[in-house]
């Protein structure tokens, strides 16, 4: 089976939110075990809904289901998720940044503490 054309021709799939968020967190390099951390569920409850996922919109494999989904609108390729870029163009559009961006955003202001620390020293 194959899913919707990256091009927008057929119908558009629609995914879950819980799905959707499960899949910004794979397209963003996360393993099951990691997106089933920040989400507060079980690993194989991840698996399930990437089963379920790749169904709706024809996939194979992961690459297969991100690409579809950016074809089909689902996933936005040019909008960052997951480091202080994304966690800034969230609040630029007045959005409650995503828990990727905020996990980013803390990863981003921890850095730049020890640097400054390391610069004060």
């Keep these: 089976m194959v899913g919707p054309s990256p091009s927008g021709g057929g119908p558009t799939p629609s ?4 799905q959707t968020q499960v899949l910004e967190l794979a397209a963003l390099g996360k393993s099951y075990y990691q997106i ?23 996939a194979q494999t992961l690459p297969h289901a991100v690409f579809l989904a950016c074809g089909a609108g689902i996933l936005d390729p040019r909008r960052r998720h997951g ?11 007045d959005e409650e940044p995503c828990e990727a961006c905020w996990e980013g955003e803390r990863a981003y202001r921890r850095d730049r503490r020890a640097a400054r620390k390391a610069t004060a020293v």
Excluded: C, W
Excluded at 15 to 18: A, D, G, K, Y
Excluded at 36 to 58: C, H, P, W, Y
Excluded at 83 to 93: I, L, Q, S, T, V
């Design 15 to 18: 995914l879950t939110p819980r």
């Design 83 to 93: 480091d202080h870029a994304g966690f800034a163009a969230h609040r630029y559009r």
């Design 36 to 58: 089933g951390r920040s989400l507060g569920i079980a690993e194989n409850t991840v698996d399930v809904l990437m089963r379920q996922l790749f169904k709706r919109l024809g």
